[in-house]
């Protein structure tokens, strides 16, 4: 499963993209005092106060690249155009969000979906429905990868594998910690 996988990897001398391409990232959008970027607002569910692409992108494109020195915006794997807030199903929040693995062949691609999980369901402010999905056509199981990253019992077990926990404690923490 996954964790073999981690765990793989982790005894891998090799890179599984030794050069990604690293990407200009954008400015910030939500900073409070001394330009420290805000959590999320406490919204309520109403028409006024909901969540936007702009806040959950901004709370998940720090997760650092379990792989790499570089945040998940920094290597292109997320984008604020490839996120979707919807409120249209009796004005319960939904989250869509779709990421691009580096390579086709990135064998951490379920460990990058589970990072973008636990960031968004610690830092949302309002409990919303959470679907993440590699963007059709990158990667080589997206598949099977989309299923393991939505299923509540895998990620259940993923984040109780001790092997797992360490390592999405580490990409998802804050840089100010």
Known sequence: GASERVVAFMLRPSLINASPIV???GP?????????????????????HRLTTLQIFEA?????????????????VVKEEL?????????????YIEFTPTVPHCSLAT??????RVKLERDLSQK?????????????TEKEV????N???RIQAALENPYLKPLVEECVKDKDT
């Open 151 to 153: 299923d509540k019992e």
């Open 111 to 116: 460990l990058i979906g589970l990072c973008i």
């Open 23 to 25: 990407y200009a990232t």
């Open 128 to 140: 919303c429905k959470i679907d993440i999905y590699i963007t059709p056509g990158t990667h080589g």
């Open 60 to 76: 998940i494109r720090d997760i650092k690249d379990p792989e790499h020195p570089y945040t998940l915006e920094q290597l292109g």
């Open 28 to 48: 910030r959008q939500l900073t409070g005092p001394r330009g420290k970027t805000q959590t999320l607002c406490p919204v309520v569910p109403d028409v006024l």
């Open 83 to 95: 996120i979707k807030v919807d409120y249209s199903s009796h004005n319960i929040c939904t989250v």
């Open 146 to 149: 989309n299923k393991q990253i």
